[in-house]
DNA sequence: GTACTGACTAAGCGCTTGCTCAGCATGCTG
DNA sequence: CAGCATGCTGAGCAAGCGCTTAGTCAGTAC
């Protein structure tokens, strides 16, 4: 439907070099969103072509397989998520700014680009074993960046928490999910859900006001 | 897998009366596993047969169609969900020790029961549209119990949040993620991770202790 | 002009899918 | 014993799948 983040998402991402044909972009679009309402599995490659106004066998031209579509959204995505989470840690300020601009923009990410969400955390399972073995390390990734800034704040005494690896299962987890309820007709702006999950995973830390 | 929860699960469930042939119960469990590991359309009803140890036309003497099996595995599970968050908001103690076994207990039931969960919360979009209503309306229910045992708790002074629904949203997508990265290797149980669990929420709602 | 390229389509191949159907063994009932 | 219901199988059908093939056509190079 809304395919705005899926656009500002792409053009700058797949690695610099915007040398590919525009149809190639189209195509993506077009299988993120089958991807993110049907499920990669229950959508076809002629749905894809379709959506992309081209017929099926244009597809192939740009990409050797479906999986492959999946493998480049999935790698994207998460380089993205990583990128931002990467960004919020290595940030200014203490460990508590830091983890609160981290889970604002993680989960604004997730509430804005839902459709890519969905396809970045619910679809691992169809990936190609490289890609999804290229996919598991940077989730892997997102999960020591969280562990490192909870120890971090644990060490200045700004966190107390009873289990660091569940603390950080639970912020990154919380963000995650975003992607699966939010909605357009959701009641809050992604920003706002930011800030509220923002204050509730401080909460969460030992780090209330 | 283990289909061990899956086999406490179910002769319990689908309605008193249990004169269902033990064949239709094969059935159930194997196509629980393998819509939780392949998902839906990935999955064959030559899959579901041969899980069950049959043929595949035999799969059509017990249910109508592969939805149908999907779509009781879906109630059946909802319901399961349902009945401990009813018991939990309506037990005994302070809106503080019944939002603490609330969380506790949808937690392990979400590491317990991780296929069924998987196949509850990540495979909706397959259910037939009837079989969606139904199962969206005990959704609701659950969200709506977790709405009002926070209000009640803020009636009390013993919780303090800046959104009731954002906060209630917050607690079930806890719980409900719990499905997707919970595994047999993962470090804690399911009774201590909804310990954990328990501790966090009660933090992230303004009532540490 | 000729030669070549990249983006594309119409047609369709080989295979798998959900599901059906005729038939068979077993056990219960009169 | 016959009569019939139940639970099941082997074979297979129609539809739809991912992907391939042969060929079209506009654009570019010389």
Redesign the pocket.
Known sequence: MTSTPIAELWPTLPGGADTR????Y?LLRAAVESFAERGF???????I?TGA??????????Y?????LLAEISRAGHAAALALVRAAAAGEGDPVARMRRLVEDFTAWHARARTVGRVVNYELHALPEDDYAAVAALRLDIEREVTALIEAGCADGLFEVAEVRTAARAVTSLGIDVSRWYTERSSETPEELGRHYGELVLLMLGAGR
């Open positions: 044909p525009e149809a190639a189209r599995h229950a959508t076809t490659t002629r749905d072509a106004g081209m017929s099926p066998a244009a597809l192939y031209i740009h050797p397989s479906k999986a492959a």
